[in-house]
């Protein structure tokens, strides 16, 4: 484990944070299921390589492993609820229920959503913002010593991109994805003010309990898709 950590020490620093704006931007963007998920699994791995500054590289790994089972109980989750998709045997106006009267706008050969144009614009914005934020030196959280400049820039992009997902998602599987990567950027910014075992518990704890809500809430709506189905 130690050598795989050494191995890839050259990512520590400025180009992991470039490597978690571009996972956060693909997570908020949420074009496909398996990219979000893909990009998920990065920012994990790419974090724990961060923790490593802040934390005992035996606890680094444990936060690298707790963000693989949530990736997992995520992934299980995805196909059981058949990846978002809805059920064949409804009606269009069924359908248009579920998904509301969404107008549509065309972009060359390809038809969108005003639903996904906004979210595109809006991630786009937040990307300029914390790119605009993090390149400013007089922002710094408090707590982070200044040698560790790539983990206040991590923390910011995480959080910051991860409330930006929240709130531009309309599912839970999608939400749940940017609520752990605000949580990912609020243990990194934690860890950096205390490095608390008890605390490393139970913000595992709190991973799994809410990988477990998001799975739920996830097979929950579509159980209401199919008891629309069969009114």
């Known amino acids: 484990i130690f050598?795989?950590?050494?191995?890839?020490?050259?990512?520590?620093?400025?180009?992991?944070?470039?490597?978690?704006l571009f996972t956060a931007t693909l997570i908020a963007l949420f074009w496909?299921?398996?990219?979000?998920?893909?990009?998920?699994?990065?920012?994990?791995?790419v974090v724990g390589l961060l923790f490593v500054d802040l934390l005992d590289p035996r606890l680094a790994i444990i936060k690298?492993?707790?963000?693989?089972?949530?990736?997992?109980?995520?992934?299980?989750?995805?196909?059981?609820?058949?990846?978002?998709?809805?059920?064949?045997?409804?009606?269009?106006?069924?359908?248009?229920?579920?998904k509301g009267d969404q107008a549509k706008i065309a972009l060359g050969p390809?038809?969108?959503?005003?639903?996904?144009?906004?979210?595109?614009?809006?991630?786009?914005?937040?990307i300029i913002v914390m790119v605009i934020v993090t390149r400013q030196t007089t922002i710094s959280l408090p707590g982070i010593p200044?040698?560790?400049?790539?983990?206040?820039?991590?923390?910011?992009?995480?959080?910051?991109?991860?409330?930006?997902?929240?709130?531009?998602?309309?599912?839970?599987?999608?939400?749940?994805m940017a609520l752990f990567t605000f949580l990912t950027g609020f243990e990194l910014y934690y860890a950096a003010l205390e490095q608390s075992v008890a605390m490393l518990v139970a913000l595992a704890a709190l991973n799994f309990a809410l990988a477990l809500a998001v799975s739920y809430l996830s097979q929950a709506r579509l159980v209401s898709w199919y008891a629309l189905s069969n009114d």
């Open 3 to 20: 050598d795989w950590i050494a191995r890839f020490d050259h990512l520590r620093g400025e180009p992991a944070v470039l490597i978690l």
């Open 32 to 45: 496909d299921w398996r990219l979000a998920l893909f990009a998920l699994i990065i920012q994990y791995l």
């Open 64 to 98: 690298v492993l707790v963000g693989m089972f949530v990736c997992l109980i995520l992934y299980m989750t995805a196909r059981q609820v058949r990846y978002g998709r809805l059920p064949a045997d409804l009606s269009p106006e069924e359908v248009s229920h579920i």
């Open 110 to 126: 390809w038809t969108v959503s005003h639903a996904a144009v906004l979210r595109t614009v809006t991630v786009v914005l937040a």
């Open 146 to 176: 200044d040698d560790l400049s790539h983990i206040n820039q991590a923390v910011l992009i995480l959080m910051g991109m991860g409330v930006v997902g929240i709130v531009v998602s309309r599912n839970p599987l999608p939400a749940g």
